[in-house]
């Protein structure tokens, strides 16, 4: 299974673009990249997956270079709300594949 | 996105005890879940993964003799853990992937078990 590396913390004020990166140096050719965000007492929820170049969708962008060793989560004009633990997952497609989970981002957004 | 659900959401024990936890797929079939548990102030841990209609896989150092787990169905797979210990207590999550799209995992909103 690949190894994530992300920064353990991050602080933004509300309003600002936040950027988190991830790096997974060994990651598969048959690996997609995966970010969850999990509040305390919660279970992750799925924000975007991606393999290559850039993904968007409602709440977030992913941006992935070409070598895929490693990928940024951008968020847009952060709330308070987004205060939260943000991780970077690594694994092949399949129903069977597990997930392992890195140590995550714990982003703090204030006034 | 796909619906996982657990219950008890939260459960209170006395040490010795059995309790169950269940995890449901709400809306699509999934031959393999996954268990986690997470302690306070640190990430999850995989405890093993629950395979509809066979035995479950166990990450190494998850004792599967006091982590029973049971996928009796496509939508449900139960964990007990057996003989509680304070030692235990923790917050349980389990997920499915699906398989449509790229096979994005979904997690369950987690069980917290407290043995006392």
């Known amino acids: 299974l690949a190894k994530t590396t992300q920064p353990i913390s991050m602080d933004s004020y509300e309003g600002q673009e936040v950027n988190i990166t991830c790096s997974h140096n060994?990651?598969?050719?048959?690996?997609?990249i995966t970010w969850y965000q999990q509040f305390p007492s919660q279970g992750p929820r799925f924000i975007i997956q991606g393999y290559k170049t850039k993904v968007t969708n409602e709440v977030a962008s992913l941006f992935i270079p070409a070598d895929r060793k490693s990928s940024t989560l951008s968020l847009p004009r952060v709330s308070l709300s987004d205060t939260a633990v943000y991780y970077c997952?690594?694994?092949?497609?399949?129903?069977?594949?597990?997930?392992?989970f890195g140590t995550g981002t714990r982003l703090q957004v204030t006034l | 996105g796909a619906v996982v659900s657990q219950h008890p959401s939260w459960v209170i024990c006395k040490s010795g005890t059995s309790v169950k936890i269940e995890c449901r797929s709400l809306d699509f079939q999934a031959t393999t879940m996954f268990w986690y548990r997470q302690f306070p102030k640190q990430s999850l841990m995989l405890m093993a993964t629950s395979n509809e209609g066979s035995k479950a896989t166990y990450e190494q150092g998850v004792e599967k003799d006091k982590f029973l787990i049971n996928h009796a169905s496509l939508t449900l797979s139960t964990l007990t853990v057996t003989s509680a210990h304070p030692e235990d207590s923790s917050f349980y999550i389990c997920?499915?992937?699906?398989?449509?799209?790229?096979?994005?995992?979904?997690f369950g909103p987690g069980t917290r078990l407290t043995v006392t």
């Open positions: 060994n990651i598969a050719t048959n690996d997609y």
């Open positions: 997952l690594v694994g092949s497609a399949g129903t069977a594949s597990k997930l392992t």
């Open positions: 997920s499915a992937r699906t398989q449509a799209g790229r096979y994005e995992q979904y």
